[in-house]
């Protein structure tokens, strides 16, 4: 006589109740930018950038604080620094020494580790002001084009086109040079720092204008935005309940993608004279007057670059991991 197939013993029985007496743990929904922040957070390059980026905002923010505690103001000159006969700081590296942690600029003498802090504002504040600009436009005529289609979609294109084909660098230096010292109550580095936000935000915005009408073209067309047709829902309804939430994602991504090309920008315009007015602290300002003593001090020069390189880096890498994990589809 053979034993029955399935034969529960006692012990087996007391498991299976003991099991049951255990509360289970609720299953918890996550959404989608739990998941993303969860794909970020396994990205450590990613993580170290979006640090640095962190760390960047931080200095800009409190500059002034930073300054009175390891450096000197900006715009102060140390003659007694400098070297009277060639005009190059006294001492190796630059004159670095505990006084003056990053040296100081050859001729003047004033403190490059001051001058860097504040450049960390000049940069940064240009690069965020004229990517909300951008963004805000792009968004705006974007979603429109994508939306409504027809002539609507034809005539905002064709805008985008012309802009995209427009001499930017040099419509920035013909504007910059017939602007007037004082303008909508701005005058000086202030009213550099208006113009270029304008003029980069504006001339930015087709790009991301560009993505944002795809991504509506294709979004109309779902599902769920019929659905909501279908219900009597209206346009606006549509517009900021369903295509706009949808639309965050690649919005946010372009934007950590936009933010180093303006800082780029901003070094560049300022290097040809156009920027933020001396002696306002700059990084292109900063490489464009070291241009004429970097055989004598050239750590004056490196240093300046050193610090747009890892701006520009920390943010690519930042963006990057920001793409991967909003999209990871994208990164295969």
Do not use: C
Not at 113 to 122: E, L, N, P, Q, T
């Amino acid at each position: 006589m053979t034993a029955p197939l399935h034969d529960t013993s006692a012990a087996e029985t007391a498991a299976v109740d003991v099991a049951a007496d255990v509360p289970q743990k609720a299953i918890e929904g996550r959404s989608p930018w739990k998941i993303a922040w969860i794909r970020l957070k396994r990205d450590k390059v990613a993580l170290v950038g979006g640090f640095v980026v962190l760390l960047l905002v931080v200095v800009a923010i409190f500059a002034p604080l930073i300054v009175s505690w390891l450096g000197h103001p900006p715009e102060e000159l140390h003659e007694d620094a400098i070297d009277p006969l060639l005009g190059t700081p006294i001492g190796d590296w630059g004159g670095i020494n505990s006084d003056f942690l990053l040296g100081v600029e050859p001729v003047n003498g004033r403190d490059v580790f001051s001058r860097i802090v504040y450049g960390a504002r000049i940069s940064l504040l240009v690069a965020f002001l004229s990517a909300f600009v951008a963004v805000t436009l792009g968004t705006v005529f974007g979603v429109i084009a994508g939306y409504f289609g027809g002539w609507v979609d034809a005539a905002i294109s064709r805008v985008m086109d012309l802009l995209l084909a427009f001499p930017q660098l040099l419509f920035i230096i013909a504007l910059i040079s017939v602007v007037p010292n004082e303008l909508w109550g701005f005058s000086g580095s202030g009213l550099r720092i208006a113009v270029l936000v304008l003029v980069i935000g504006f001339f930015g915005w087709p790009y991301i204008g560009r993505i944002v009408r795809g991504q509506t073209l294709s979004l109309r067309e779902r599902e769920y935005v019929e659905a909501a047709r279908s219900l009597g829902a209206g346009r606006t309804y549509i517009l900021f309940r369903e295509l706009l939430p949808n639309l965050v994602a690649p919005i946010t991504v372009y934007t950590t993608l936009m933010i180093p090309t303006n800082v780029l920008t901003e070094a560049a315009l300022s290097f040809l004279g156009v920027g933020v007015k001396p002696p306002t602290p700059s990084w292109g300002e900063m490489l464009s007057t070291a241009v004429r003593t970097y055989e004598d001090d050239p750590l004056f020069m490196i240093i300046p670059g050193l610090a747009i390189f890892v701006t520009v880096l920390a943010f690519n890498l930042f963006g990057d991991g920001v793409r991967d994990a909003l999209d990871p589809k994208g990164s295969r």
